[in-house]
């Protein structure tokens, strides 16, 4: 998997920023891409994934209103919209890939590289 960054992903609380995550043809042993976000100092937080075959969407309760999550098959790209931006959404996301539904971020694999988002003013 490979985690396209927003160029630098700095933005003014109450911005938008778009993240992508593109995976190789051949991946296709997963049920869901999923999107995880980690600030300093704290865990690895679930905000939402998104089913391979129906397309279908779960989202933490801090995404909800805010993020939406798509996919693009022809570009084997799944994109993270992220509106509404605050500072506590200040962190490093990851994408990476389930074999099941789960929010749990050790049911994940082939992560991403990872990329820095910051909400300030």
């Known amino acids: 998997f490979q985690l396209q960054s927003c160029g630098g992903c700095l933005v003014q609380p109450g911005g938008s920023l778009r993240l992508s995550c593109k995976f190789s043809?051949?991946?296709?042993?997963?049920?869901?891409i999923g999107w995880f976000r980690q600030a300093p100092e704290k865990e690895r937080a679930f905000i939402s994934h998104?089913?391979?075959?129906?397309?279908?969407?779960y989202y933490a309760d801090s995404a909800k209103g805010r993020f939406i999550l798509s996919r693009d098959n022809a570009k084997n790209t799944v994109i993270l919209q992220m509106n509404s931006l605050k500072p506590e959404d200040t962190a490093v996301y990851y994408c990476?890939?389930?074999?099941?539904?789960?929010?749990?971020?050790?049911?994940?694999?082939?992560w991403g590289q990872g990329t820095q988002v910051t909400v300030s003013s």
């Open positions: 043809e051949g991946s296709s042993d997963y049920f869901a």
């Open positions: 998104i089913t391979k075959v129906t397309g279908g969407t």
């Open positions: 990476a890939a389930t074999n099941m539904a789960t929010i749990m971020a050790d049911e994940y694999h082939y």
